[in-house]
Each structure stands twice: as structure tokens, then as C-alpha cells.
């Protein structure tokens, strides 16, 4: 965004929109998942899981992001003790929202990020500030690599019917080693376009 011209705030407000939108959208997913499985889910009961999903996560987010703010109050101007405290911070957050609490790890490190920047800001040096820039934006960019790469793959796999002839090409429809040469081809121009 803000190579663009559009200011930090703005790419800021954006991200976040982004990220809790995707939280929600994970909230409910899980939520109509338990209905597609067959599972007798009453109002009551979805409600109660939308709560535990939804509110716990975010309340679990915030109080590690407080938390984590008032670690770096007691950091000194120290980069890398800095960069490991976030990133231990929003690894915790998810791990005891998601797999100790039940709730959603995704929202608990959203919450945790937002948390962070209202009251972490003003304790991270600005030194300690670049390097952990830095640090999250090459993370960001090796995990969505990552997500992508990998949901291609499982799309890949999952999606193409029994290996079935076309009508078209009569051709069984597979994945064959010349079609990673395609992929990397079709990559490149886009790369170009």
C-alpha cells in the first residue's frame, strides 16, 4: 500500500480489516462445519460456541498483547529480545487460544497484534522498531508463500475427478512432472503482466 502512496494508517487499517475478516470468516466456517459433519446443534449451543470461538479468543489476544506490552516496558532498547518477545507473544496466544481453550487462535493473534500496537507502541525503542519490522515482514512473506504454495498443492490433489478421461483432450486428468515446468512458465508472465 504504501508503496503506492497511500500512508502507514491507511495500509494499517487495511491489514487489520483483512485479518479480522478472516477471523470471522474462520469463526463461522467452524461453526457450520459442526452442521455439514451431522452434528445436532441446537441456537443455544451455536451461540455458545460462536462465544467461545469468537469473544474468548479476542479477550485471550488482548490480555497476551497487554501482556506482551508491559514485557517490552521492561526491555531496553534490545532488537532481538524485542523481535522474540513478539514472536513468542503471538505463537503463545494461538497455541493456548487454539489448542488449550478451544477458542480461535486466529482471532487470539489478531487481538494480540491490536493490543500491541495501542499500548506496545510507545514501549518498542525505535531501533528495537526496524529490526522487528524487518524480522515480521520477511515472516509474512514466507508464510503466505508458504499458504499458497501449499494450498495449490492439496487443490491439486483433492480437486481433480478419479483420473477420468476429458471429453475434450482425452487425456486423464493428473498431475504429470511437465506441469511444474507450466507452473513456473505461467509465474513468470505473470510476473510480467
Excluded at 500496537?117 to 518498542?124: D, E, K, P, T, V
Excluded at 509474512?140 to 494450498?151: K, P, S
Excluded at 482425452?170 to 511444474?180: E, G, K, N, R, T
Aim: charged letters at 10%.
Amino acid at each position: 500500500m504504501t508503496q503506492v502512496g497511500a500512508s502507514q494508517k491507511l495500509a494499517c487499517v487495511i491489514d487489520g480489516e483483512s485479518l479480522m475478516n478472516d477471523g470471522s470468516a474462520l469463526v463461522i466456517f467452524l461453526l457450520l462445519q459442526k452442521i455439514v459433519e451431522g452434528e445436532a446443534v441446537t441456537v443455544g449451543g451455536a451461540i455458545a460456541q460462536f462465544c467461545l470461538l469468537a469473544v474468548v479468543g479476542m479477550v485471550l489476544g488482548i490480555a497476551f498483547g497487554a501482556a506482551t506490552s508491559w514485557l517490552l516496558d521492561n526491555i531496553f532498547r534490545d532488537p532481538t529480545l524485542t523481535t522474540i518477545v513478539t514472536l513468542m507473544s503471538a505463537y503463545a496466544s494461538y497455541y493456548t487460544a487454539d489448542r488449550l481453550v478451544g477458542a480461535s487462535g486466529l482471532l487470539a493473534v489478531v487481538c494480540n497484534g491490536f493490543a500491541m500496537s495501542l499500548i506496545g507502541g510507545r514501549q518498542i525503542a525505535l531501533r528495537a522498531e526496524e529490526a522487528m519490522h524487518g524480522f515480521w515482514g520477511v515472516l509474512e512473506w514466507g508464510a503466505n508463500t508458504i499458504l499458497f504454495v501449499w494450498v495449490g498443492i492439496v487443490l491439486a490433489i483433492v480437486l481433480p475427478p478419479s483420473h477420468e478421461e476429458t471429453v475434450i483432450t482425452d487425456q486423464p486428468i493428473h498431475l504429470v512432472p511437465s506441469d511444474a515446468g507450466y507452473v513456473v512458465v505461467l509465474y513468470i508472465w505473470l510476473q510480467v503482466g
